[in-house]
């Protein structure tokens, strides 16, 4: 008989244990949602001596009382779901902060299992972690492990399956002192008269918590007869007073016991330090900035092309092969004209995009990100943000979705929603495919620039547009900018493996789904009604092209481009697929000669559509993900609108100094 | 009397030590959480356009100027001062 084990993984931020969960679940991972910076739980699961674990890995927290979107998460799963095991992740050589955690899930009660995490660092140092002695002070079991090596991840699994063999432990308590514990023994007084609660939560925990004021532990009471004994016993006093002193106590117990189990040998300056000395250096921060990213650009290109020449071969060999093979003549015109050519001008470009997605893994990892942060701090606060929006945007190269996403790491409200209303205009990988076939086929060697023009414009508007919204939407101040920098590590090549698959995956996922879909209903508008020309001005994608024309006409786009353009709004890439559809040219690489040879374009206009493509109404799946975070319609509509707004007038703009200078 | 000073005032390269935090509950307990705990020693470890890098109980923190406003330090004494 498998039993199931809801397993959470928890821990301070940084502290390993996303890779704990890759090593735990292998590649059995669920993957319905964004990985990344997680910031929403991620479930796998593992079958380990005949039990069934399930694994959620959570968004790292320091403390159950919740101040960010995704610490919020982190809290209610642990509270909520009540997992039969936590898996406490710890950074070996910070046990005094990452214990402040563990004393508060003690004090829940929690099936709690240690992971000592990084001990090839504390040994390296000199550490000595007595780890018997830590496992009876406190009650629990503690693993050593070296979670980038896969060391101790079996002992980890072994104990895991027996904690849930053993009876419950009994709740820690924290001595809080005199003046606290009289309130906290007066609630639990009131406490005790509902038993259909303090059956579920244990009444001292409930006490403490609601003395620090949590709300999900308020919200528990709602539907209890005594929320009103609760809140009048509340209001009685102050409790913010107690906000700060019960932490400083839990210090303290901790303080008590960390001499008993491990020795400390600190160091005065580590090697990441010096690397830090170089890389946030006033003058060469910046610099050093951008030439990463220049090579990350460079290198999706450079390891990418060699990739899209042979996607381009074959997809023009299998156009061939079926002009050739199939007897009917619309059969034949849909897939070659229709699906292959509109997917073969997208799927060229899932080189770059998966070589893209490990560079930002690679960031990421490296334990980067958080420096860049830092290095723009200044930057974004002049701009109305502060350096921690900063890591959203810099995702947001990668995919506008896990970028808005890991917007919920931003405490305050007004920051968040800037940085989600801005993060669209950060050019997305979907737009790549766009670029590379616009600049490629009309501006030949300058490519390469004006494709990083392009990426520079998207910051510049990111940026004045957040100044804008600062100044008249959200107004105040950015609110105090503070993060830690976890350590420099050698990033793991699996974790950037698997952040790769992950998002490689769903992008493929989406040539399959929402792509072919797109260009298959272009296909259709194009070869009917029977008879006309395919794809020529009388079909009916023709009627639809010249009913919004005028739209976009100023611009000097014409019907074709308008279609391409309305199409692109459920995927980005569906621009160029549904141009290849439309030229119904068989193989990607034969679009180019086919635009070169429409009079309607022209290096002006092809410049206009990439700045329109850049800037308009991100993808479906954007806009959605940003009704769903910022919870409001208004704010969707909002940013749809303005940067459709801003597109229109930019591209105007483009176009017509283009015009005069080229 | 020892003098307590924002962060951001004091003077770069030297260490200091945490005596208060000037902001309301919520920011407070959060410092404390994040293990910036009152008395802690501050190694300042660069600076950037006003933004500070520290080092706080072996960790690494970055800091806005307006967090280092908010935090007020002291010089750390070698030996304790006696007085009287
Ligand atoms: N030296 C060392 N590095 C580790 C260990 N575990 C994880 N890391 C690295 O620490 C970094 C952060 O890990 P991650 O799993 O993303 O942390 P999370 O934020 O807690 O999910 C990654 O670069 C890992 O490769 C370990 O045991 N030792
Ligand atoms: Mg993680």
Redesign the pocket.
């Given at each position: 008989m498998a039993e199931k084990i809801k397993v959470a993984v928890a821990?301070n931020?940084?502290?390993?244990?996303?890779?704990?969960f890759n090593a735990l679940t292998g590649a059995r991972q669920k993957i319905g949602n964004w990985p990344g910076v997680?910031v929403e739980k991620k479930e796998g699961t593992k079958k380990h001596k005949g039990h069934v674990l399930e694994i959620v890995?959570l968004p790292?927290t320091y403390s159950l009382s919740a101040y960010s979107a995704d610490e919020v998460v982190a809290r209610d799963y642990i509270i909520d779901e009540k997992p039969d095991v936590v898996v406490q992740?710890l950074d070996s050589t910070n046990l005094e902060r990452n214990l402040y955690l563990t004393s508060q899930l003690l004090e829940m009660g929690t099936n709690l299992v240690l992971a000592l995490?990084?001990?090839?660092?504390a040994e390296m140092r000199g550490d000595d972690i007595d780890i018997p002695r830590l496992e009876s002070l406190l009650g629990v079991s503690a693993i050593k492990?070296?979670?980038?090596?896969g060391?101790g991840i079996e002992a980890l699994l072994d104990s895991i399956v027996s904690k849930t063999e053993s009876n419950p432990p009994k709740p820690h308590e924290i001595g809080y002192g005199k003046t606290v514990e009289e309130k906290i023994c007066a609630l639990e007084d009131i406490l005790g008269n509902d038993t259909e609660l303090t059956k579920h939560y244990p009444a001292r925990w409930m006490a403490v918590k609601l003395l620090e004021g949590d709300e999900n532990v308020l919200s528990k009471l709602s539907s209890s007869n005594i929320e009103g004994k609760v809140q009048n016993y509340l209001s009685g006093f102050d409790n913010e007073e107690y906000e700060v002193e019960m932490a400083d106590k839990r210090y303290e117990f901790i303080g008590a016991l960390l001499p008993q189990v491990c020795t400390t040998c600190a160091e005065d300056v580590s090697p990441s330090d010096m690397v830090d000395k170089v890389v946030t250096n006033k003058y060469l921060g910046i610099p050093i900035f951008l030439s990463l990213m220049w090579g990350m650009f460079e290198l999706t290109f450079a390891l990418g092309t060699p990739f899209m020449g042979l996607i381009g071969k074959f997809f023009g060999w299998l156009g061939g092969a079926v002009a050739a093979n199939i007897e009917s003549a619309w059969l034949a015109s849909l897939l070659g004209d229709g699906i292959i050519a509109g997917v073969c001008s997208v799927l060229l470009f899932v080189p770059n995009i998966f070589i893209l997605f490990f560079a930002i893994a690679l960031l990421e990892?490296?334990?980067y990100m958080a420096r860049a942060a830092f290095i723009m701090d200044k930057l974004m606060y002049k701009m109305g943000l502060q350096g921690k929006s900063f890591i959203p945007m810099l995702m947001g190269f990668g995919c506008s979705v896990p970028a808005i996403m890991a917007t919920r790491t931003l405490e305050d409200e007004k920051d968040r929603l800037i940085t989600m209303l801005v993060t669209p205009f950060m050019s997305c990988g979907a737009r790549l495919p766009v670029y590379i076939l616009l600049a490629g086929t009309f501006f030949g060697r300058e490519a390469g620039s004006v494709i990083f023009g392009l990426y520079v414009l998207g910051i510049l508007v990111a940026i004045l547009s957040a100044k804008l919204f600062r100044t008249f939407i959200a107004k105040g101040q950015p609110s105090p900018f503070i993060m830690e920098l976890?350590p420099y590590?050698r990033?793991?090549l699996v974790?950037s493996l698997l952040y790769m698959w992950n998002q490689g995956y769903l992008y493929l996922k989406k040539v399959g789904t929402v792509i072919i879909g797109g260009v298959m209903l272009v296909w259709v508008l194009a070869y009917f009604p029977q008879g006309v020309e395919y794809g020529s001005a009388e079909s009916l994608i023709g009627s639809l092209g010249q009913l919004i024309e005028p739209l976009v006409a100023p611009l000097g786009f014409d019907w074709k481009i308008a279609v391409a353009l309305i199409f692109g709004v459920v995927a980005k890439e569906i621009v160029v697929g549904s141009l290849g559809t439309l030229y119904g040219t068989g193989g990607g690489e034969s679009l180019s000669p086919a635009l070169l040879a429409d009079p309607s374009f022209s290096p002006a206009i092809a410049l206009g559509l990439m700045v329109f493509t850049l800037l308009y109404v991100p993808c479906f799946g954007a806009v959605a993900v940003i009704k769903k975070e910022t919870g409001s319609w208004k704010w969707m509509f909002f940013q749809a609108a303005y940067s459709t707004a801003v597109a229109w007038v930019l591209a105007l703009v483009t176009v017509l100094v283009a015009n005069l200078v080229l | 009397m020892t003098s307590k000073i924002p962060l951001s005032m004091f003077p770069s390269g030297q260490a200091c030590q945490i005596c208060d935090v000037c902001a309301g509950k919520g920011l407070k307990r959060r410092l404390v959480e994040m293990g910036l705990t009152p008395e802690s020693i501050i190694q300042p470890l660069g600076c950037n356009r006003g933004s500070l890098l520290i080092s706080v109980n072996g960790s690494r923190y970055a800091l806005g100027r307006g967090m280092a406003n908010k935090i007020m330090v002291q010089p750390v004494y070698e030996e304790v001062p006696q007085f009287g």
């Open positions: 821990g931020p940084n502290v390993g244990k996303t890779t704990i997680t890995d790292g992740v995490n990084m001990s090839d660092r492990t070296v979670a980038n090596e060391g990892n490296s334990g976890p590590t990033p793991s974790n | -």
